[in-house]
């Protein structure tokens, strides 16, 4: 390790991981900030990088304040509803969903969540098929209304045969029936 980066490292200096606790980030979102040159790094050697707290708020334009995770309408002027939700436009990397009126926006899955998922409707189509063969299991994104003001987009579901005719060609209303999110 050179001399003079050796200074630069102070125990005020994050690692990858420290600093993806505190932003409520992944290790490989850091990494791929730190690649693509978003975030400002120090880099004593061996593929190791330090970070400064404050540089990297500057950076990416983050008050310490900030909310970390997804963004929620804070008491709206109006329940949303249905009508509503199909009104709003999509947002690239973002999944929203109406819960009880209120607006909710969350990061779209990362890649082990997605292979998790997909894993899971695997196995769940194999049991349904040798015990209900009409029945369907969906992933997202697919449109599930709870109730005129609760709209989501679970991961996956299953609709018995019996229920798969109450399917629209874009999304389902359960209202008062019983389906398995």
Same mark, same amino acid.
Request: one cysteine or more; proline letters at 6%; aromatic letters at 8%.
């Given at each position: 390790? !050179? %001399? !003079?980066? +050796?200074?630069?490292? +102070?125990?005020? /200096? @994050? +690692?990858?991981?420290?600093?993806? +606790?505190?932003?409520?980030?992944?290790?490989?979102?850091?990494?791929?900030?730190?690649?693509?040159?978003?975030?400002?790094?120090?880099?004593?050697? %061996? &593929?190791?990088? &330090?970070?400064?707290?404050?540089?990297?708020?500057?950076?990416?334009?983050?008050?310490?304040?900030?909310?970390? *995770?997804?963004? $929620? #309408?804070?008491?709206?002027?109006?329940?949303? *509803? $249905?009508? !509503?939700?199909?009104? =709003?436009?999509?947002?690239? %990397?973002?999944?929203?969903?109406? @819960?009880?009126?209120?607006?909710?926006?969350?990061?779209?899955?990362?890649?082990?969540? #997605?292979?998790?998922?997909?894993?899971?409707?695997? =196995?769940?189509?194999?049991?349904?098929?040798?015990?209900?063969?009409?029945?369907?299991?969906?992933?997202?994104?697919? /449109?599930?209304?709870?109730?005129?003001?609760?709209?989501? #987009?679970?991961?996956?579901?299953?609709?018995?045969?019996?229920? =798969?005719?109450?399917?629209?060609?874009?999304?389902?209303?359960?209202?008062?029936?019983?389906?398995?999110?």
């Amino acid at each position: 390790m !050179d %001399g !003079d980066r +050796t200074e630069l490292i +102070t125990a005020h /200096d @994050l +690692t990858a991981h420290d600093l993806a +606790t505190e932003l409520n980030l992944s290790v490989e979102t850091v990494w791929k900030y730190t690649r693509n040159k978003k975030i400002p790094c120090i880099e004593p050697g %061996g &593929r190791q990088y &330090r970070y400064k707290l404050t540089d990297v708020l500057a950076a990416l334009d983050i008050s310490t304040d900030a909310e970390k *995770t997804g963004e $929620y #309408q804070i008491a709206p002027a109006k329940k949303l *509803t $249905y009508e !509503d939700y199909l009104n =709003i436009p999509e947002e690239p %990397g973002y999944r929203l969903e109406i @819960l009880d009126g209120v607006l909710a926006k969350d990061p779209s899955s990362n890649i082990p969540h #997605q292979l998790a998922s997909r894993r899971l409707q695997r =196995i769940l189509e194999d049991y349904f098929w040798e015990i209900d063969p009409k029945g369907e299991v969906f992933d997202a994104p697919l /449109d599930v209304t709870l109730e005129e003001t609760t709209v989501v #987009q679970p991961d996956l579901f299953y609709i018995t045969g019996e229920q =798969i005719g109450t399917i629209d060609r874009s999304s389902f209303h359960a209202g008062e029936r019983k389906f398995s999110l």
